[in-house]
Protein backbone atom coordinates (compact mmCIF):
# COMPACT_ATOMS: atom_id res chain seq x y z
CA UNK A 1 0.00 0.00 0.00
CA UNK A 2 1.57 3.37 0.65
CA UNK A 3 3.47 4.70 3.10
CA UNK A 4 2.41 6.68 6.11
CA UNK A 5 4.61 9.66 4.42
CA UNK A 6 3.05 9.00 1.07
CA UNK A 7 -0.29 9.26 2.79
CA UNK A 8 0.58 12.58 4.44
CA UNK A 9 1.64 14.61 1.35
CA UNK A 10 -1.46 13.05 -0.67
CA UNK A 11 -3.57 15.04 2.15
CA UNK A 12 -1.16 17.93 2.07
CA UNK A 13 -2.08 18.02 -1.69
CA UNK A 14 -5.68 17.74 -1.69
CA UNK A 15 -8.34 20.58 -2.35
CA UNK A 16 -10.52 22.21 0.52
CA UNK A 17 -13.31 19.96 1.94
CA UNK A 18 -11.77 16.73 -0.05
CA UNK A 19 -13.37 14.75 3.36
CA UNK A 20 -16.20 15.56 2.09
CA UNK A 21 -15.87 15.04 -1.70
CA UNK A 22 -14.53 11.62 -0.87
CA UNK A 23 -17.32 11.06 1.44
CA UNK A 24 -19.87 12.03 -1.22
CA UNK A 25 -18.83 9.79 -3.60
CA UNK A 26 -17.66 7.12 -1.58
CA UNK A 27 -20.21 6.72 1.13
CA UNK A 28 -17.32 6.01 3.65
CA UNK A 29 -17.66 8.57 7.18
CA UNK A 30 -16.19 11.73 7.30
CA UNK A 31 -14.44 10.39 10.96
CA UNK A 32 -13.29 7.26 9.18
CA UNK A 33 -11.41 9.50 6.06
CA UNK A 34 -10.21 11.89 8.56
CA UNK A 35 -8.58 8.60 11.07
CA UNK A 36 -6.97 7.41 7.58
CA UNK A 37 -5.62 10.41 6.52
CA UNK A 38 -4.14 11.02 10.61
CA UNK A 39 -2.74 7.83 10.85
CA UNK A 40 -4.80 5.61 12.39
CA UNK A 41 -6.26 2.19 11.10
CA UNK A 42 -8.88 1.81 9.16
CA UNK A 43 -9.87 -1.44 7.23
CA UNK A 44 -8.18 -2.34 4.06
CA UNK A 45 -11.00 -1.87 1.94
CA UNK A 46 -12.10 1.48 3.28
CA UNK A 47 -8.25 2.55 2.83
CA UNK A 48 -7.92 1.14 -0.78
CA UNK A 49 -11.46 3.60 -1.72
CA UNK A 50 -10.12 6.75 0.09
CA UNK A 51 -6.88 6.84 -1.87
CA UNK A 52 -8.38 5.88 -5.13
CA UNK A 53 -10.73 8.65 -4.50
CA UNK A 54 -7.89 11.25 -3.25
CA UNK A 55 -5.77 10.51 -6.18
CA UNK A 56 -8.43 11.26 -8.52
CA UNK A 57 -9.35 14.38 -6.72
CA UNK A 58 -5.57 15.33 -6.95
CA UNK A 59 -6.11 14.81 -10.71
CA UNK A 60 -8.73 16.82 -11.64
CA UNK A 61 -6.70 19.15 -9.19
CA UNK A 62 -3.82 19.04 -11.78
CA UNK A 63 -5.88 18.80 -14.79
CA UNK A 64 -7.71 21.94 -14.11
CA UNK A 65 -4.52 23.98 -13.10
CA UNK A 66 -2.98 22.39 -16.02
CA UNK A 67 -5.96 23.65 -18.67
CA UNK A 68 -6.25 27.44 -16.58
CA UNK A 69 -2.26 27.91 -17.32
CA UNK A 70 -2.85 27.30 -20.89
CA UNK A 71 -5.96 29.53 -20.66
CA UNK A 72 -3.86 32.29 -19.06
CA UNK A 73 -0.99 31.94 -21.77
CA UNK A 74 -3.48 31.94 -24.64
CA UNK A 75 -4.98 35.09 -23.65
CA UNK A 76 -1.72 37.09 -22.32
CA UNK A 77 0.56 36.39 -25.17
CA UNK A 78 -2.88 37.32 -27.35
CA UNK A 79 -4.89 39.84 -26.12
CA UNK A 80 -6.07 41.38 -29.39
CA UNK A 81 -8.80 39.16 -29.88
CA UNK A 82 -10.38 39.33 -26.58
CA UNK A 83 -10.98 43.58 -26.94
CA UNK A 84 -7.57 45.17 -26.18
CA UNK A 85 -6.06 47.49 -28.77
CA UNK A 86 -2.86 45.91 -29.87
CA UNK A 87 -1.16 48.69 -28.19
CA UNK A 88 -2.52 48.08 -24.77
CA UNK A 89 -4.65 51.03 -24.89
CA UNK A 90 -8.35 51.08 -24.26
CA UNK A 91 -10.38 52.34 -26.60
CA UNK A 92 -12.28 55.36 -25.83
CA UNK A 93 -16.20 56.14 -26.25
CA UNK A 94 -16.15 59.50 -28.25
Known amino acids: MFS ?3 I ?3 KEE ?3 RAAYIIHEKTNISRPTI ?3 FNGGNV ?3 YASEILACALELLEEK ?3 LG ?3 KKYNIIMEDPAPYGKEES ?3 PQNE
Open 4 to 6: KDE
Open 8 to 10: ARI
Open 14 to 16: LPI
Open 34 to 36: YKF
Open 43 to 45: RPY
Open 62 to 64: KNT
Open 67 to 69: SLR
Open 88 to 90: GDI
